[in-house]
């Protein structure tokens, strides 16, 4: 069964800083994982998606990467903003249909 | 091109009721799934559909429901209403094509809280 860890849970830094979020799973087996942000009430905007065969992907100050052996993806942010303040999700599909399996995600506080 | 749209936003039923919720995914997008968030449980999958079929479905209690429509418009319906229903519903659409791979893209949810 497919576990997916986020670590932290939570993290609050000064503005400018670069941060690394973690994610882990369990079952190397997987097609794809993918990037979530989502804001206090609010839907999940997607972020970077990374295919299996795939080691990174890069969008703006955002780079994910994969490494499937390990079962690890890290999502680095550069130089932070107040307005990167989210709760980040890392989610991967591993089979059944578009069935995305989350993390409980990292909690991000930036403050100025 | 227009997002995942939810309907409604906010809904506020008693114990026993039944809800149905409503979401249009992206234009030309055929697949679409609904999961439960709540602070306990996290993100969960209730069930996918694609051109009408339901082709997956999570370890959720036949109470939760669903259907798609010929124009790939979907429902979820929950009958019975308990406490722990109360919770933020997603929908999220993916790729016209017949493949599960790819990126998906989520609504603004709907908000049910259960009296």
């Known amino acids: 069964k497919q576990e997916v860890t986020q670590i932290p849970a939570a993290l609050s830094v000064p503005e400018g800083e670069n941060l690394v979020l973690n994610c882990s799973f369990t079952d190397s087996a997987i097609y794809n994982l993918q990037w979530f942000r989502q804001d206090p009430g609010k839907g999940l905007t997607s972020l970077l998606l990374i295919q299996s065969s795939q080691r990174e992907q890069t969008s703006g100050r955002l780079n994910a990467s994969l490494d499937k052996s390990s079962g690890r993806s890290t999502l680095y942010i550069a130089a932070s903003q107040p307005g990167d303040s989210a709760t980040y999700l890392c989610a991967v599909f591993s089979g059944g249909y578009n069935k995305l399996i989350f993390g409980a995600g990292t909690r991000l506080a930036v403050h100025p | 091109k227009a997002g995942v749209t939810q309907t409604p936003r906010y809904l506020i039923k008693t114990r026993g009721q039944q809800v149905t919720l409503s979401c249009s995914p992206i234009?030309?997008?055929?697949?679409v799934s609904w999961y439960q968030q709540t602070p306990g449980q996290g993100l969960q999958f209730l069930f996918e559909y694609f051109s009408e079929t339901q082709r997956n479905k999570g370890n959720f209690p036949g109470r939760f429901s669903g259907r798609q429509f010929s124009n790939s418009r979907s429902e979820m319906n929950v009958s019975t209403l308990e406490l722990g229903d109360s919770a933020l519903y997603l929908c999220?659409?993916?790729?016209?094509?017949?493949?599960?791979?790819?990126?998906?893209?989520f609504g603004p949810g709907t908000r049910l809280t259960v009296l």
């Open positions: 234009s030309g997008h055929r697949s």
């Open positions: 999220a659409s993916s790729s016209p094509f017949r493949t599960a791979e790819d990126e998906q893209f």
